[in-house]
């Protein structure tokens, strides 16, 4: 059992949808982290938290929009998406930010239609 | 910048054959080095790690060693089972103030057959 829990397992939403994406992680771990997996691919990096606050934006466009409401949390929203956004999303989350694993979701299937 | 390379898949063996994943990385520094597997229709999970040469991280059977001469973290296992088959993911880590930055290389698919 993953120790880092997403919700919803699926979503699918239409261009015009606005929909969030949760994650939550009960292991006292002070960086999170939200990575894109599109199909037979590796994951890519997103945004990171450290300590509630942003410290890595990838360049992602601003139809997603991260929070993190409390070191246990992190959200992901997403207004205006287009098909080719289509992917599975992971969260993550690691102890510190140097050498630390981090632990992984199971993930959001989303399917913008 | 760094960058992580890994032998392209499938890779196919039977059941109890003998597993080696190659991964070659390029970075600046020290990283840490990681090999994570995904299951189909789940996130990636963390397999083993090392932090530093020579280090060999090890866990259910897997071994990789962390080899700074030859910039290899190579994945191996004596004998597969059919429950291995997964896709694994070659990493380093750089970690600093703003987060633990993982570089993954594009991943090899293993199918074991009975």
């Known amino acids: 059992d993953t120790e880092v829990t997403q919700t919803p397992k699926h979503l699918v939403m239409g261009m015009t949808n606005k929909k969030s994406l949760k994650c939550e992680q009960h292991?006292?771990?002070?960086?999170m982290y939200w990575y894109k997996q599109k199909a037979k691919k590796p994951p890519e990096l997103m945004f990171v938290y450290s300590y509630e606050k942003l410290s890595i934006n990838e360049s992602v466009p601003s139809r997603f929009s991260p929070e993190c409401p409390n070191s246990s949390l992190l959200n992901l929203h997403l207004h205006a998406l287009q098909p080719e956004d289509s992917a599975l999303y992971l969260c993550a989350s690691s102890q510190d930010l140097r050498d630390s694993p981090l632990h992984f979701g199971n993930g959001t299937r989303l399917t913008v239609t | 910048g760094d960058s992580v390379t890994q032998m392209e898949g499938p890779v196919t063996l039977s059941e109890e054959a003998f597993l080696t994943i190659n991964c070659t990385y390029t970075?600046?520094?020290?990283?840490?080095l990681f090999w994570y597997v995904q299951y189909p229709g789940e996130g990636l999970q963390l397999l083993l790690k090392?932090?530093?040469?020579?280090d060999k991280g090890s866990n259910k059977g897997f071994e990789a060693t962390y080899r700074k001469e030859t910039t290899s973290f190579h994945l191996e296992k004596g004998s597969v089972q059919v429950s291995d088959s997964a896709v694994y993911f070659c990493a380093l880590g750089t970690g600093s103030n703003a987060g633990n930055m993982l570089t993954f290389g594009g991943g090899t698919r293993l199918m074991v057959k009975p």
């Open positions: 090392a932090t530093k040469a020579d």
């Open positions: 970075a600046t520094g020290y990283p840490s």
């Open positions: 292991m006292g771990h002070r960086a």
